[in-house]
Structure formats: structure tokens, C-alpha cells
């Protein structure tokens, strides 16, 4: 516990202890160190240092890399190299990797944004919506929210920039042929972690997998990377259903995506006709909020499919 100050000496060492994240600090992606690890240990260097007198034993406390490779104990720092403005709110952002190296994520792996705003920091997961072997850089999908801390941080952010990150966390234990089909629902950024997945099975002549993706978003409007998601649909074992919450009528769409766009919400009664539908018996990956999340899981009991036939990100 901190006791205040009853010197100028205290003062000085009260004044270089470290700040206790909040609760909302924490990307909650459930990454090994959390920062509230960080933080504890950060806590208990402080002690050390302040019990000993030594102040050298806190220069551990900044533990960052520049050589840019990815760490999961320590941040590494990243030039962004573009940025591209995909609707309103939500951004593609590209970050240079040295020569022709690559991140080599495994499928869905999620990397950790380290971000100042005001003094405080703040820590968000984010997953590479680029192929885990893509050489000479990654890309991130961000959304950015207008009273959200880190988005406060991101929309600082401008070509060259240098950026830190931490990871890889988490992750999806893909095989390929492994299951029947594999049924996507993803809600707006959810999107990202299924790409990776998706094109590694279009890339592999021999993955015989199908795949249904269903994407909720707001509008047309709102449907992030189409010329990509046109691409994959285009393949014999993939279908890609959009289910749009705000739109009232198919008319103004493009004919190409009348056909497989639905109005609304995805209820339960979409949710149980689009598994119907499934060639084989889906495993079902989910990634959006927690409120979608368990809805759709919900919707997928209901349907009769059974708990271990799921994966939430």
C-alpha cells in the first residue's frame, strides 16, 4: 500500500511509482503478461528499488525492443507505412517489417497495441487480418471509436510513425481437412481474425474444407475489404453471406449481393436456416463483441449444435 509522503525523499520515490491500470485498460484477450502482470511486477521492482535505495533497479520498467521481432514479453516497435480509410470509422493500417521477414503467426493469433493517452496506458488486442507468412509487413483492421482511449492514441497516428507491439497471443488450432465446414459469423471487425483463415484454406489445393462466412455490419456501406471478400466467395468451397442491421430493402444494392444479403439482424431463425444450409456439419468460429457472442451462442445450442462444436475469439 502507499503511504503519503513524509519527505521530500518519499515525495521522489511516491512520484516514480507506477500507476495501477484500470480495469478497461486491459485488451482482455487473455494474454500472458496481462498488463495488470506488467504492472505487478512493475509494483514489485519499485519495492525492491525503494527498500534498497537503488533507483538503477527501475530501468527495467520501459521494456521495449527496436529490432523487430515480435515478443510477447516485451513491446517491439513497428513503422507504419500506410493507412488506408476503409469506412467511416475504420482503418487498415500497414506496418513494415525489415527485408523480407514476417510476423509467422499461426492462424488467429491476435498481436497487443501499446498505446499512451494523457499519461495513462492503455493495451488493446488486434488481430492481423494479413496472411501469418506475409513478407515484409503486416496489416491491422482498427476501428476507431470517438470517446475510446486507445482510438484517442491511434488517430495520431501518421505515416512513419513508430509503433509498439507485443505477441503473439491465442489463436485457432486449424488443420486443414479437419473439420466438415467451418461456419464463420463475424460481426463488423470480427471479421479479422477469420481472414487469415479463410485464405489459408483457398491457398491450399489440397484443404477440401468448406466454408460459409456470414458478416454483420451496419450497411453496404459499412461491409469492410469487398474487392477481397468478392475474391474468396469466387471459390467452390466458399459462400459468404452479409447480414445487414440497418438496411431496409435489398433494391439499392448491387445485384451481385442481393442475392446473398439479409436485412436485419441475425436472429435465431437466420442463424438455424444459414446451418441448414451447410454442406457438411459446421464447426462454428464467432468473433465480435461479448453481447454478439452470446447471442450467438445461444442461437447455435438452440440449433441443436453441441458446445465443442464452437470457437469464440
Given at each position: 500500500v502507499l503511504q503519503a509522503p513524509g519527505s521530500a525523499e518519499d515525495a521522489a520515490w511516491l512520484a516514480?511509482?507506477?500507476?495501477?491500470?484500470?480495469?478497461?485498460?486491459?485488451?482482455?484477450?487473455?494474454?500472458?503478461?496481462?498488463?495488470?502482470?506488467?504492472?505487478a511486477a512493475a509494483l514489485a521492482r519499485w519495492q525492491r528499488a525503494r527498500a534498497t535505495?537503488?533507483?538503477?533497479?527501475?530501468?527495467?520498467?520501459?521494456?521495449?525492443?527496436n529490432n523487430s521481432e515480435l515478443n510477447p514479453d516485451s513491446f517491439t516497435?513497428?513503422?507504419?507505412?500506410?493507412?488506408?480509410?476503409?469506412?467511416?470509422?475504420?482503418?487498415?493500417?500497414?506496418?513494415?517489417?525489415?527485408g523480407n521477414s514476417s510476423l509467422q503467426l499461426s492462424l488467429g493469433q491476435h498481436i497487443v497495441l501499446r498505446g499512451v493517452?494523457?499519461?495513462?496506458?492503455?493495451?488493446?488486442?488486434?488481430?492481423?487480418?494479413?496472411?501469418?507468412?506475409?513478407?515484409?509487413?503486416?496489416?491491422?483492421?482498427?476501428?476507431?471509436?470517438?470517446?475510446?482511449?486507445?482510438?484517442?492514441?491511434?488517430?495520431?497516428?501518421?505515416?512513419?510513425?513508430?509503433?509498439?507491439?507485443?505477441?503473439?497471443?491465442?489463436?485457432f488450432p486449424y488443420q486443414p481437412n479437419k473439420y466438415g465446414e467451418l461456419l464463420m459469423v463475424a460481426s463488423g471487425t470480427g471479421l479479422a481474425p477469420m481472414l487469415p483463415i479463410l485464405q489459408s484454406i483457398t491457398e491450399n489445393e489440397e484443404d477440401e474444407t468448406f466454408v460459409t462466412l456470414v458478416?454483420?455490419?451496419?450497411?453496404?456501406?459499412?461491409?469492410?475489404?469487398?474487392?477481397?471478400?468478392?475474391?474468396?466467395?469466387?471459390?467452390?468451397?466458399?459462400?459468404?453471406?452479409?447480414?445487414?442491421?440497418?438496411?431496409?430493402?435489398?433494391?439499392?444494392?448491387?445485384?451481385?449481393?442481393?442475392?446473398?444479403?439479409?436485412?436485419?439482424?441475425?436472429?435465431?431463425?437466420?442463424?438455424?436456416?444459414?446451418?441448414n444450409s451447410c454442406r457438411r456439419k459446421?464447426?462454428?468460429?464467432?468473433?465480435?463483441?461479448?453481447?454478439f457472442s452470446e447471442d450467438m451462442s445461444r442461437y447455435l445450442k438452440s440449433a441443436g449444435l453441441e458446445e465443442n462444436s464452437c470457437f469464440i475469439f
Amino acid at each position: 500500500v502507499l503511504q503519503a509522503p513524509g519527505s521530500a525523499e518519499d515525495a521522489a520515490w511516491l512520484a516514480l511509482a507506477p500507476r495501477e491500470p484500470a480495469p478497461g485498460q486491459c485488451c482482455g484477450g487473455g494474454c500472458r503478461p496481462c498488463i495488470h502482470d506488467s504492472y505487478a511486477a512493475a509494483l514489485a521492482r519499485w519495492q525492491r528499488a525503494r527498500a534498497t535505495g537503488n533507483m538503477e533497479l527501475l530501468a527495467a520498467d520501459e521494456v521495449q525492443s527496436n529490432n523487430s521481432e515480435l515478443n510477447p514479453d516485451s513491446f517491439t516497435a513497428f513503422s507504419l507505412s500506410s493507412v488506408e480509410q476503409l469506412t467511416e470509422d475504420t482503418y487498415q493500417y500497414r506496418f513494415e517489417l525489415p527485408g523480407n521477414s514476417s510476423l509467422q503467426l499461426s492462424l488467429g493469433q491476435h498481436i497487443v497495441l501499446r498505446g499512451v493517452v494523457n499519461g495513462l496506458e492503455v493495451q488493446r488486442a488486434y488481430t492481423p487480418i494479413s496472411p501469418g507468412n506475409a513478407e515484409g509487413y503486416f496489416d491491422v483492421l482498427i476501428k476507431c471509436y470517438e470517446a475510446g482511449l486507445m482510438s484517442q492514441y491511434i488517430k495520431t497516428w501518421t505515416k512513419g510513425d513508430m509503433v509498439f507491439w507485443r505477441g503473439p497471443f491465442g489463436g485457432f488450432p486449424y488443420q486443414p481437412n479437419k473439420y466438415g465446414e467451418l461456419l464463420m459469423v463475424a460481426s463488423g471487425t470480427g471479421l479479422a481474425p477469420m481472414l487469415p483463415i479463410l485464405q489459408s484454406i483457398t491457398e491450399n489445393e489440397e484443404d477440401e474444407t468448406f466454408v460459409t462466412l456470414v458478416g454483420c455490419f451496419r450497411s453496404f456501406g459499412n461491409i469492410y475489404l469487398k474487392p477481397l471478400l468478392q475474391e474468396l466467395a469466387r471459390y467452390w468451397n466458399v459462400r459468404i453471406f452479409y447480414v445487414l442491421s440497418q438496411e431496409s430493402s435489398l433494391e439499392k444494392l448491387p445485384w451481385s449481393y442481393q442475392e446473398n444479403t439479409y436485412t436485419g439482424r441475425l436472429n435465431e431463425d437466420l442463424m438455424r436456416m444459414i446451418i441448414n444450409s451447410c454442406r457438411r456439419k459446421p464447426f462454428v468460429l464467432i468473433c465480435g463483441s461479448s453481447a454478439f457472442s452470446e447471442d450467438m451462442s445461444r442461437y447455435l445450442k438452440s440449433a441443436g449444435l453441441e458446445e465443442n462444436s464452437c470457437f469464440i475469439f
